[in-house]
């Protein structure tokens, strides 16, 4: 039996610009609750109808509010302290690690699977994401699964 619904990830460079304004009303609309349907599409440049056909459709992937749990891999340069570094950076977030597991470092680089809690953070997971990346030794984050 086909699934009534299909989900992608989509870098959002390739979206039509609609989309990005819809989620952009979204965003005022959660910060001002003070502010209508229609000042909120108008400030940003659609209209009233093109924000009802899309907004129960896209959402930032990112949204704090859309999960309690993330797992991530992150490919790690095999160098003392620098797990460390990244365990910090979880604790100073907020974020809780629930699991870890680390392969085997191979060619210098550690495999770490990591599945954290979410739900306490104090920064959004795409700034969190974008901080975890900039620290010495990490090669590469990728988020597979969100709860």
Known sequence: MKDKHQFYVINKDVLPEIFLKVVEVK???EKDNLLTVQEATEEIGISRSSFYKYKDFIFPFYDKGNGQAITILIHLQDEPGLLSDVLNNIAHAGGNVLTINQMVP???IAII???MQTANMVMDIEEFINELEALKGVQQIKILARE
């Open 27 to 29: 965003k005022l609309l």
């Open 106 to 108: 191979m060619n210098g």
């Open 113 to 115: 699977n990591l599945c």
